[in-house]
């Protein structure tokens, strides 16, 4: 993903800010700690608009600056997002991951954190998918 611009960045976070109210869970910022600049998010978000289901499906995602790929942060946050689903969300029998068919690095971190492929080649938000399930 590209980088945005301040004002991108403010309706985003105001939309997630929205998520947790409506859905009761969103991504994380994901920060440097040493300086405390924002360089992502990671963490659940909730999908209403998946075509592959009728109902909403929770997913674990990240997108993080390019200064802090190779890090383990993907696989980190990833890790966390499973943990608050199977903690938080008892209800949701199966947990996805997205992303596009050229991110073979998201697709190793999916992998990492046990995530099976469940299927490729739909359209979604203007982009061909890949997705990943993780089920209890």
């Given at each position: 993903?590209?980088a945005?611009?301040?004002?991108?960045t403010?309706?985003?976070?105001?939309?997630?800010?929205q998520r947790?109210?409506?859905?009761?869970?969103?991504?994380w910022?994901?920060c440097?700690?040493e300086?405390?600049r924002?360089?992502?998010?990671i963490?659940?978000?909730c999908h209403h608009?998946w075509p592959l289901?009728?109902a909403?499906?929770?997913?674990v995602?990240?997108v993080?600056?390019?200064?802090?790929?190779g890090?383990g942060?993907?696989t980190?946050?990833?890790?966390a997002?499973v943990?608050?689903?199977?903690?938080?969300?008892p209800?949701?029998?199966r947990?996805y991951?997205?992303t596009t068919?050229a991110?073979r690095?998201?697709?190793?971190?999916?992998?990492?954190?046990?995530f099976?492929?469940g299927?490729?080649?739909?359209r979604?938000?203007g982009h061909e998918?890949v997705?990943?399930t993780l089920?209890?």
């Amino acid at each position: 993903m590209p980088a945005q611009d301040l004002e991108y960045t403010r309706s985003q976070v105001e939309r997630f800010r929205q998520r947790w109210a409506d859905d009761g869970y969103c991504q994380w910022a994901a920060c440097d700690v040493e300086s405390g600049r924002l360089i992502g998010r990671i963490g659940l978000l909730c999908h209403h608009d998946w075509p592959l289901s009728e109902a909403p499906v929770p997913e674990v995602g990240w997108v993080l600056h390019r200064d802090w790929w190779g890090r383990g942060l993907a696989t980190e946050g990833g890790q966390a997002g499973v943990e608050a689903w199977r903690e938080h969300l008892p209800d949701e029998a199966r947990l996805y991951s997205f992303t596009t068919p050229a991110n073979r690095r998201s697709q190793a971190v999916m992998e990492r954190l046990g995530f099976a492929q469940g299927g490729e080649g739909v359209r979604w938000h203007g982009h061909e998918i890949v997705w990943y399930t993780l089920d209890r």
